[in-house]
């Protein structure tokens, strides 16, 4: 029997001639301490590492062969994904030594695409709907490249498109004053030609190979490039307050399902997901939330917007819209916790006094005592 639903439905869905290039590489700075231990495509979102969000899909939009572009976080990636069997995918890695930006990416990965029509997706990035659409018509224009956009408050954090119709006819890279707020959501679509327009390109100020740069030159020299708004939501998850509301926006949409053991002195409300071998006794949940496998939940509340992964303890404790990893400890804090990402191994409990709320943002294999 398949591992996943996916792969037993592969057989059932109508695979492209398109390969994917998928970005897992990168140092994570922005999510420092997390990241100096734990690849940041791996944080899980609703107990489902980001990566693994991209690579259902990819598959979902019928592409089958996926080359994993990974850095200092190799083995990490790899073990999670292995062969990609377990997705339907055909999965190929490709170690790139510097992140020397994404149209590096690009270049080292031609070989693996060679003359195939390919989308590029950055491994941190959350699309709700996929892009099965997108891939859709790519295939049905065939222009040169195609961009993937979104509306954006806050344009000059962005890559920004300028159009003209459905056609991109100017990019720009973080701009003062952008000429839309339409931003790069970091899903590309290329043909061939996209590896001479990298070719043609310097790094930049930060000594990058920049994507906006190549596509631009896609543009300057009479290839069409097409874009595609998004129209459901997109984050980013490159920073903390990202990864939590992308979070909340994945919990909004599950189905309550306890499959866990709950005592008679606790309360579960609303949507709420725990799984299997997960403990809850004397305590409160109110949904929606997700507590991982091998969890103990004793004599706490548990608010909405949570993700509690795999073999915690929480005990006499306040936690909501936060997310904790794998074998961490929190107890006897004496005020809630709230807009929280705990790595591993962390442990967090009570000292002498207490302050009325706590934020943290706490590396792997710490120890905190509150005051």
């Known amino acids: 029997m398949a591992p996943w639903p996916l792969l037993q439905q592969r057989l059932e869905r109508q695979v492209v001639r398109i390969k994917a290039l998928v970005l897992s590489g990168g140092k994570g700075t922005r999510l420092r301490p997390i990241t100096h231990t734990s690849a940041k495509q791996l944080v899980p979102i609703a107990n489902k590492p980001i990566l693994f969000y991209g690579l259902e899909a990819i598959r979902e939009a019928g592409i089958v062969d996926v080359g994993i572009i990974v850095g200092e976080t190799a083995k990490e990636i790899e073990s999670a994904v292995g062969d990609g069997s377990s997705f339907g995918l055909k999965v190929s890695f490709i170690h790139q ?3 020397l930006g994404l149209a590096h990416a690009v270049k080292i990965a031609a070989d693996y695409i060679g003359k195939e029509p390919f989308v590029m997706y950055l491994g941190d990035n959350l699309i709700m709907g996929g892009i099965t659409d997108f891939v859709a018509e790519f295939q049905k224009n065939k222009p040169n490249a195609q961009i993937l956009l979104a ?3 806050n344009p000059s954090e962005f890559g920004v498109a300028e159009l003209a119709g ?3 006819v100017r990019l720009e890279e973080k701009p003062e004053n952008p000429r839309s707020n339409l931003a790069l959501v970091g ?3 290329f043909d061939a030609e996209i590896f001479e327009a990298v070719d043609g390109i310097k790094p930049s100020a930060r000594n990058e190979l920049e994507i906006t740069d190549a ?4 543009i300057d020299t009479g290839k069409e490039v097409r874009a595609h708004e998004v129209t459901g939501w997109w984050k980013d998850t490159g920073k903390l307050d990202d ?5 909340r926006m994945i919990l909004e949409t599950i189905s309550r399902d306890i499959a866990g053991t709950v005592d008679s002195a606790s309360r579960v409300d609303g949507n709420v997901v725990i799984a299997e071998g997960a403990e809850v006794q004397g305590s409160v949940l109110r949904g929606p939330l997700v507590v991982g496998r091998g969890c103990r939940i004793v004599k706490s509340y548990i608010g909405p917007f949570t993700s509690i992964y795999h073999d915690v303890t929480i005990q006499n404790s306040e936690i909501e819209h936060s997310i904790v990893l794998e074998n961490s400890r929190i107890s006897n804090l004496g005020s809630r916790m709230e807009k929280s990402l705990i790595g ?3 442990e967090i409990t009570k000292s002498a006094t207490m302050p ?3 934020r943290f943002m706490v590396g792997d294999a710490s120890r905190i005592e509150v005051p």
């Open 97 to 99: 030594e510097e992140p």
């Open 151 to 153: 509306r954006v408050d």
């Open 166 to 168: 459905g056609t991109v």
């Open 187 to 189: 899903v590309y679509m």
């Open 215 to 218: 596509i631009q030159r896609l």
């Open 243 to 247: 990864i939590l509301e992308a979070n």
């Open 344 to 346: 591993k191994d962390v």
């Open 356 to 358: 009325k709320a706590f």
